[in-house]
């Protein structure tokens, strides 16, 4: 009997007869070695299963590890829907909290400012493999009109605001809708000043923007670096080199823009001494006080649909998806790198309201001691009160 529509795969074109259904995830789940056999599935009292036509197959199929690791033997094909263009209303913050209530700026001369949000676009044109918005915008994005965003930022100009985050996954998907929306917020409030978050490969494809983004009050730019090793950059799919990296942090300086590299510090590929190069480019490149210590201790995470499960090396890792948390559980190959991490997150966690410097130090002299490499020399250090940030830090 064939699937009716309904009975379609979630997030898939193609159907196929029960018999084949069945047949298909037995041998998933065989190879898999995560899964019991059809009839004990069928008599699972949670598994609302009751004729094979009947199948619920979202309950008990393994989309993500299916389509990473055999999607052939499934003979289905990914079919994502377009995303939709949509007239964006205003947002409506009635009975909101007062924006003194969020996070502040704090700026280079000791001083706060009141911080506001909004976005100027929707999703994300690239396809990084460990992005969590991949599984949703599968690589499209949408500009939202700028009458709104303006009107959105006026909004909150007139509660209060003095420097606006734009909370875009990257600014510069569609660079001329970006200047437009800064150059018109620059002519309406020349006080205002913001930030934005740009990919690497976007610093570098557009350098010549970064002087009109200071030129209209942007303070400084988040951007994804995520590793500084160029093996893991391939893995993730992250379109730039450690070079390119360096070559960013160079551009920003020269166009007197703050850099706020984000890092997923922890991955399947990390090494104790890795870990430890990490560090010495901070210091190296005098960044220690432009990254939130918090970057220090993030981790992978794999969400469901990521495209971290089209590698064998994440495959072999995760365990069972975990509803709590709404993403795969995975250990580090070397038992000492996840005791790494859990020390670093314990001294990050202790100290959330202490000096950035403060904090570098004392997680990298455990990070040498760890990897059995002695204590790391002292190094001249910027003054943190020179760097504007967000005092409550953005996990990019």
Known sequence: MALEPDHRLPGHAGSFSSEELIANLESVWRQLGRRPSINQLKQSPDLDVTVPDKLNVARFLDLNLVRSKLLSDLKVRTAPAPVPRLQFLVPDRTGLPGLASYAALQCADGTRRIVGYTEASRGCRHLCRHCPVVPVYHGQFRVVQPDVVLADVAAQVAAGAEHITFGDPDFFNGPTHALRIVEALHTAYPALTYDVTIKVEHLLGHRELLP???????????????????????????????????DAVA????????????????????????????LDVLADLDLIGHVAPIQLAIRLLIPEGSRLLELEDVRRLVGAFDQRTLTYRWSHPDPRVDRLHEEVASIVGARVTSDRHAVFDEVRAFAYEHAGLGRPAPRPVRDRATIPYLNEPWYC
């Not at 983004?213 to 730039?240: P, Y």
């Not at 920003?252 to 590299?261: E, R």
């Open 212 to 246: 009109r983004l200071r030129e209209t009050g942007c303070l400084f730019v988040t951007t994804a670096v995520e590793s500084i090793d160029d093996r893991v950059l391939a893995l993730l799919e992250k379109g730039h080199t450690r070079g390119d990296f360096f």
């Open 251 to 278: 551009l920003c300086c020269a166009a007197g823009l703050t850099i706020a590299p984000t890092f997923v510090t922890f991955h399947p590929w990390l090494s104790l001494e890795g870990y430890c190069d990490l």
